[in-house]
């Protein structure tokens, strides 16, 4: 049970904060080199528990003479700090994180060696127990609790206007879109299924979806800046730049539709960063290869 309470700390402001706003404490006196308390001292400590058993006790420090190594002074006070826990710790209050501190030899020496060999007791009285933190000078944990992000319903469908200014009726991956309003600054997220007609950025229109689902994400997180990345297969050398072209015609897409551009950026690999390594073994990994990511730069 000791073992549980005892650290063996010197804390100046717990000091200070005792000395300061509760005056309340006791003494107990040891012979030299005893760390048992005589007699008389033990009947002083049995009345002083009985006169405040609904106090607590916040701190128990323990004092010897300059007699005898430091070493010895140093086990010689946890010693007497250690008996005097035992005897009150069943009879009155003890603060939880309870110290206890064994300063041997190392304060100010009284002059008269006695007054030296001691263990004090500090306490606080039993009307003061509800402002004991106050009183220790001890600051209450703040809790901080962070406000989560209101849940963004999406619609289940979209309908647009194309190019040629026929509609489509689109469903959206609503599953993707709150991962993406959702994600952390630094994630990387895969656009999948956003294709472009072979060897040009020209997005096929099967894909257009797509882009529409990722223009009401960043509708309805105002807060969301993303850079938009661009990657190709097969070619180890993307000598057209390719891959920018492509991530810039979403950016565009996205300017277009009145997203601030201070939130967008793009960038090309080319095919420098290939989840599968070149030459592609089929066209599954080739199409894994020949993608577009996003990277959320701040949420």
Known sequence: MLSMFRIFVIVGSFLLSIAAFSQEQVSLYFDSNKFVLTKKEENRLNQWLLANSNNKIVAIHGFTDEDGSTEFNDTL????????????????????????????????????????????????????????????????????????KPEIEYPEKLVFENPNGTKTEYKLNREFMKRVGNAKSGEKLTIDNLN??????????????????????????????????????????????????????????????DVYRARLSYKGFGSTQPIYPLPEKNESERAANRRVEILIVEN
């Open 77 to 148: 006070a946890q010693k007497r700090v250690d008996f005097i826990f035992n005897k009150v710790k069943d009879q009155i209050q003890i603060r939880p994180d309870f110290k206890t501190l064994s300063l041997g030899e190392k304060f100010k020496q009284s002059d008269v060696k006695a007054e030296n060999r001691r263990v004090t007791i500090f306490y606080i009285l039993e009307q003061d127990i509800s402002r004991e933190d106050e009183i220790l000078g001890l600051k209450k944990e703040t809790t901080i609790v962070e406000e989560s």
């Open 196 to 257: 472009f007609v072979i060897n040009t950025f020209a997005i096929v229109p099967e894909s257009r979806g797509k882009l529409y689902e990722l223009l009401l994400v960043l509708q309805n997180n105002p807060q969301l800046k993303i850079e938009i990345q661009g990657h190709l297969c097969c070619m180890p050398v993307d000598r057209t730049d390719l891959s920018t072209q492509r991530a810039k015609a979403i950016y565009n897409f996205l300017i277009t539709n």
